[in-house]
C-alpha cells in the first residue's frame, strides 16, 4: 500500500482515507439476472452490497443490506490515515455458500461474522455472532461448516450452519495460527481444499501457509506450517486437482511478486511445484477458471499498473506466463475477483483512493485461450473501503 507520500509495502491493495457507508439501493427484481455479486463496505454501520449479474455479464446494483455490525479500520504498511487504513487487506472477506443461497461477511470492527439468506425480495439478515477472536477478515465455508479467521488474534473459529443460514458455534474450534505477525502483516486469507476436510491459512508477515486437518467432529488439529517458496504469501485458490495456487509478494522493497503451485497431500502436506513471476506491482489476489486451465491473478498496483496476470495451468501443476491486462484509465489500486460460476466473467474491485471518492467494479469477459476483454464498469457508487467480492 501507499500513502499519500510514496512509499513502499508488503500488502495488496492501495487506500488513503476513510469515505462513508455505500448508499441505500432500492431492490430490483431478481427475475431477470442469472447471478449475483458481494461486496462489502466495511463502515460503520457495514454493509454487504448486492449486484444481479445480467446474462451479457454487465451488474447492477440492487440492494445494501446491514450486517449487524462494524467495518474495522487498522494501520496498515504504507496505509495509515486516521482511523487506520480503510479497507481490508485480506481475501475472502465475503464468501457465498456452495449453493449460492447463503452469504457470509466479516465485521472486523465488532469482531463477529454475519449470514444472510437470499429470498426472493432480496438478501436478508440471519444471525450475528461473535468471531471469537479480534479482528476477523476471511470466511470460508463447505458443506454446512463455515470458518473464520481472525487477524489481530491469529486464529480460526468455525461454525455449523442451517439450510436456512443460521450459525452455531462448534465449542472447541478455535485454534491458533503457528505465528501470529504484528498488527499489519497478520495472515490473508482462509479457504477449505476442495475435500472439505483442510483448511489453509496465509501467513504474510511469517512467509510460510499453515495447513489444518479436521478431525471427525470438524474441529481443526494444530496448525502445521509450510514455508512458502517465495516470500509473503497472500491470495489461493485450489484448481481440480485440489492443487494450491498462491500468489507471493516475493520482494518487499520493490513488490515484485510471483504466483506459485503446490501439491497438497491427503494428510495436509504442502510441496513446492512451480513458481513464475507476476510481471507486475504486488500480486494478491488469485482466481482459477471453473475448467481448471486457467489462472488471472491480480496485480494490485499501488500507484504502479494495476494489471491481471494471466497463466495457463497444466495438468502438472506448471504455469504458462500468457500475458498482462493493460490498466483501466487511472486506477490507483485493484484488490478482490471473482469469476462467474460459469467462468464466462471476471470482476475485479478497484476501491477509491482517497476521501470523497467512490469505488466500482471492473467487469471482463474471459475469452478462449484465457482472454480478458474489459467490457464495462459500474457505476461508481461504492464508498471509500468496499472491500471483498464473490458470487453465484
Same mark, same amino acid.
Given at each position: 500500500m501507499r500513502h499519500l507520500r510514496p512509499a513502499r509495502t508488503l500488502v495488496g491493495a492501495v487506500i488513503l482515507a476513510v469515505g462513508a457507508t455505500g448508499a441505500i439501493a432500492p431492490v430490483a427484481s431478481a427475475a431477470k439476472y442469472v447471478g449475483a455479486v458481494y461486496t462489502q463496505t466495511n463502515g460503520a454501520p457495514n454493509r454487504v452490497v448486492v449486484f444481479g449479474r445480467q446474462s451479457n455479464g454487465k451488474l447492477v446494483e440492487l440492494q445494501s443490506v446491514k450486517t449487524g455490525g462494524t467495518g474495522g479500520? #487498522? $494501520? #496498515? +504498511?504504507?496505509?495509515?490515515? !486516521?482511523?487506520?487504513?480503510?479497507?481490508?487487506?485480506?481475501? =475472502?472477506? *465475503?464468501?457465498?455458500? !456452495?449453493n449460492g443461497r447463503l452469504v457470509f461477511a466479516v465485521n472486523a470492527g465488532s469482531n463477529t461474522v454475519t449470514s444472510f439468506r437470499q429470498t426472493s425480495s432480496g438478501l436478508k439478515r440471519v444471525s450475528v455472532k461473535s468471531s471469537v477472536g479480534k479482528f476477523p477478515t476471511s470466511v470460508t465455508s463447505a458443506g454446512n461448516l463455515l470458518y473464520v479467521l481472525n487477524q489481530n488474534s491469529g486464529n480460526i473459529s468455525g461454525f455449523h450452519f442451517s439450510s436456512n443460514g443460521t450459525l452455531h458455534a462448534i465449542a472447541g474450534s478455535s485454534q491458533a495460527l503457528s505465528a501470529n505477525p504484528p498488527v499489519g502483516f497478520g495472515a490473508r486469507q482462509i479457504g477449505f481444499d476442495r475435500t472439505g476436510r483442510l483448511l489453509v491459512v496465509s501467513v504474510l508477515g511469517a512467509s510460510v501457509i499453515d495447513t489444518f486437518v479436521l478431525d471427525?467432529?470438524?474441529?481443526?488439529? $494444530? $496448525? @502445521? +506450517? &509450510?514455508?512458502?517458496s517465495t516470500p509473503l504469501p497472500f491470495g489461493f485458490a485450489f484448481d481440480l486437482r485440489n492443487r494450491l495456487v498462491v500468489s507471493q509478494l516475493s520482494?518487499?522493497? @520493490?513488490? #515484485?511478486?510471483? /504466483?506459485? /503451485? %503446490?501439491? *497438497? =497431500?491427503s494428510s495436509g502436506g504442502l510441496a513446492a511445484n512451480n513458481t513464475q513471476s507476476s510481471q507486475g506491482t504486488a500480486p494478491c489476489w488469485v482466481a482459477i477458471t471453473k475448467s481448471g486451465r486457467y489462472v488471472f491473478v491480480v496485480n494490485t498496483g499501488g500507484g504502479a499498473p494495476a494489471?491481471?496476470?494471466? %497463466?495457463?495451468?497444466?495438468? =502438472?501443476?506448471?504455469?504458462? &506466463?500468457?500475458?498482462? @491486462?493493460?490498466p483501466n484509465g487511472n486506477e490507483f489500486a485493484r484488490t478482490d475477483e471473482v469469476l462467474s460460476r460459469d467462468s464466462k466473467y471476471l470482476y475485479v474491485l478497484a476501491p477509491s483512493i482517497m476521501k470523497g471518492n467512490t469505488s466500482h467494479i471492473d467487469e471482463y469477459r474471459v475469452g478462449s485461450g484465457g482472454s480478458l476483454t474489459l467490457i464495462g464498469v459500474t457505476p461508481s457508487t461504492l464508498a471509500v473501503g468496499a472491500s471483498g467480492l464473490d458470487g453465484r
Open positions: 479500520h #487498522q $494501520a #496498515q +504498511p504504507g496505509c495509515t490515515p !486516521p482511523p487506520g487504513c480503510p479497507i481490508l487487506d485480506a481475501d =475472502s472477506e *465475503v464468501n457465498v455458500s !456452495p471427525s467432529s470438524d474441529k481443526p488439529l $494444530a $496448525a @502445521t +506450517p &509450510f514455508p512458502s520482494n518487499p522493497m @520493490t513488490l #515484485q511478486g510471483h /504466483t506459485a /503451485t %503446490y501439491d *497438497v =497431500s494489471t491481471i496476470a494471466r %497463466y495457463r495451468l497444466e495438468n =502438472s501443476g506448471v504455469l504458462t &506466463f500468457l500475458g498482462l @491486462t493493460p
